[in-house]
């Protein structure tokens, strides 16, 4: 279980006080977006930074129809997190097609 200093230092913006936080590492946050969804293919933009600057920018493509990544991303935590944004979206969009 965390700790309360855990909790706040870990949990607030940028952690950079989290014990948790590993000192080598090349982004502090990914961020995602849907840059294009013409119905059978989505496009997914996303930015590293770190220091609260861009560290890094990229496309990854997923295919709605096969319900596979026609361009992932080579880091398995970055496609997971790219997975985890995609998955609400998808779900969304079934919901209401029209958004």
């Not at 909790?7 to 940028?14: Q, W």
């Not at 936080?21 to 969804?37: H, I, K, Q, T, Y």
């Amino acid at each position: 279980m965390p700790t309360d200093r855990e909790l706040e230092s870990c949990n607030l913006g940028y952690a950079k006080t989290c014990p948790r936080l590993p000192r080598e590492r090349g982004c502090d946050a990914v961020r995602f977006s849907v840059a294009n969804d013409s119905g059978g293919a989505i496009s997914l933009h996303f930015v590293f930074e770190l220091d609260h600057l861009p560290a890094g920018n990229g496309l990854l493509e997923y295919d709605r129809l096969r319900k596979n990544w026609t361009v992932p991303h080579p880091q398995p935590r970055t496609q997971k997190l790219a997975e985890s944004f995609l998955q609400p979206y998808l779900e969304r969009r079934i919901i209401n097609p029209s958004t």
